[in-house]
């Protein structure tokens, strides 16, 4: 019966280091690791300039993005999610276009200023609960990674 335990013990770590060695093969990462959004067919969110610098947020900056759609939507809801801290100077947080055409594009910005020159994340969420065409897409800025912002 002992000897039945030890081989079970000894096949379950043997199992474990197995599992490490497939990593080098790529079936497990441990490691962080950028992933990529899925596309939506028909919707695109993108930031309308490169974040590629650290924003200096204790001075007023634009935000600016453009969302396209392939399709006839309706009711599409516009948020910005802005952390404490922050003044918004000019653009709206929440907006609805009630109708957007195929191949439409709008233009969305807002212009924010912080009292704090911390990092930040400052997202922004589009998406329709229309039956005929629900979907949801966002974007996110880190205010002191640069290297995040896509």
Known sequence: MKQLL???????????????KQN????????PKRTQKLTMA?????WAQKYDEQIEVTEPFELRAI?????????????????EGFEVLKGPTQETFTQLNSGESVNLSVT????EDVNQKIILVIG???PQNPF????????HIPELNQ
């Open 67 to 83: 969302f396209a759609t392939q399709k006839n939507l309706k009711n599409v809801n516009v948020s910005w999610v802005i952390p």
């Open 112 to 115: 924010l200023q912080a009292k």
């Open 136 to 143: 949801a897409l966002s974007k996110q800025i880190n205010t």
């Open 42 to 46: 028909g919707y695109t969110l993108n």
């Open 6 to 20: 030890a081989l079970t013990i000894l096949i379950f770590f043997a199992g474990c280091l197995q599992t490490q």
């Open 128 to 130: 329709s609960k229309d």
């Open 24 to 31: 080098s093969e790529g079936f497990y990462d441990t490691g």
